[in-house]
């Protein structure tokens, strides 16, 4: 039908031409013969012209119909798929919901069951078992809140002991433990590139028991690891929320070497890792040096488990400076952390700036950032952006916030 149209229509304008061309010398007088051809072919150009014009336009509506219905063929498809892929889903989501209730059952079975007296018995303490390790002194544990100053050790027995002791089982037995993130900026941009994660324990009346109120007693009692522990299990859903919603930020997680060298909740961890291989990379475990050497030496064969899945490590609370950097880099440690009032320090270590500066060079050439720590004001940053620090962190970034949803 379409060629059928397109012969009558050519058909059309060569009659005409030939009309023009052979009736025009004969119907008026002057008008030889050349220029009636001349007038006849003016208009079998301007025909063919029409006709170009109107098969194009014929073909452009035929190709717009074709492309609509390729188009609703492409959601008929997408629409099956899309029922196809919600029973995978679902699964998918059914296991997620399954591994976070066997994460929390391992968490659960580490609740103390009984109340603890306010004073320990007398006698030796007992020996602790040949697969944790000791924990550190209390005074040398702000791995849980390094972000809200130093530490004031209390003494045991103290009278508020029980009241406290208290207040952490029930915030444990009650999901009471809140998670407040603190932002790692790059410099100079300081774009937010990273979160530290600490946790709170908010007391029933709403109000919060701070760091040197409790990790003291929590560390006699032994409840530091189901606090850490809880601690990482929040942090990865905070990973799993910033997948939902596309962003590419990392969580510094403070965590103790007991809690690593617990045998059971590890396993645990490193199997539910293992099934998500695209949170590994946003973790970066936060530990002490005194916990990552013992003596002259790098001492993580504790971390090996979490190392082989390709977790990074960062190192805070440094003291001494004489290590293997090499060594460092080769055990994934690729964070180093330093306070600023240290760095800035007129007297102290660092007071000439080119120890600042070989420091940077050892730490650049192993590829380990230097993360500078309790940043607080303007001056101090002016200060520490001509030493060409990597990031930094501090009150004058953003001071810790509740982790109710991350920023966009």
Not at 355 to 383: A, G, H, P, Y
Request: glycine share 6%; net charge negative.
């Amino acid at each position: 039908m379409h060629v059928l149209r397109h012969i009558i229509f050519a058909a059309c304008y060569v009659a005409v031409a030939v009309a023009v061309a052979l009736a025009l010398p004969l119907a008026s007088v002057g008008v030889d013969r050349s220029y009636g051809l001349l007038l006849g072919l003016v208009v079998f150009v301007f025909g063919g012209l029409l006709h170009e014009f109107y098969a194009r336009m014929e073909q452009a509506e035929r190709m717009e119909h074709r492309l609509d219905r390729l188009l609703d063929r492409q959601r008929d498809v997408l629409a099956a798929l899309d029922r196809l892929m919600r029973p995978a889903e679902a699964e998918g989501a059914v296991a997620a919901v399954v591994n976070d209730a066997r994460m929390l059952r391992t968490l659960a079975g580490q609740m103390p069951a009984g109340s603890t007296p306010a004073s320990p018995p007398p006698g030796p303490p007992p020996p602790p078992p040949a697969s944790v390790a000791p924990q550190p002194p209390v005074a040398a544990m702000p791995s849980l809140g390094s972000a809200y100053g130093p530490l004031e050790a209390t003494e045991p027995g103290a009278p508020d002991d029980s009241a406290v002791m208290n207040g952490i089982r029930e915030a444990l037995r009650s999901d009471r433990v809140d998670i407040f993130l603190q932002p790692i900026v790059s410099l100079p941009q300081r774009k937010h590139r990273f979160y530290e994660v600490f946790s709170r324990i908010r007391l029933e009346d709403g109000s919060y028991l701070t760091p040197d109120r409790y990790l003291g007693v929590a560390a006699r009692h032994n409840l530091l690891a189901p606090i850490d522990n809880l601690l990482l299990f929040r942090c990865v859903q905070l990973l799993r929320e910033t997948e939902k919603r596309h962003q590419n930020v990392g969580f510094f997680c403070n965590i103790s070497a007991a809690t690593l060298n617990d045998g059971t909740f590890m396993r645990e961890f490193v199997q539910f890792m293992g099934q998500h291989p695209n949170l590994v990379q946003k973790i970066i475990f936060e530990l002490s040096q005194a916990d990552l050497m013992q003596g002259d030496v790098f001492a993580t064969g504790f971390l090996d488990g979490l190392r082989s899945l390709g977790f990074r490590f960062s190192m805070d609370q440094v003291d001494r400076f004489d290590v293997d950097w090499d060594q460092l880099a080769a055990h994934e440690i690729r964070f180093v952390k330093l306070d600023a009032a240290r760095l800035l320090d007129p007297d102290g270590r660092f007071a000439n700036p080119d120890k600042v500066t070989l420091l940077k060079r050892q730490l650049d050439r192993n590829n380990i950032d230097l993360i500078v720590e309790k940043i607080e004001t303007d001056q101090q940053l002016l200060d520490l952006l001509d030493l060409y620090i990597d990031f930094g962190q501090g009150y004058l970034f953003g001071e810790p916030r509740m982790a109710r949803r991350l920023p966009a």
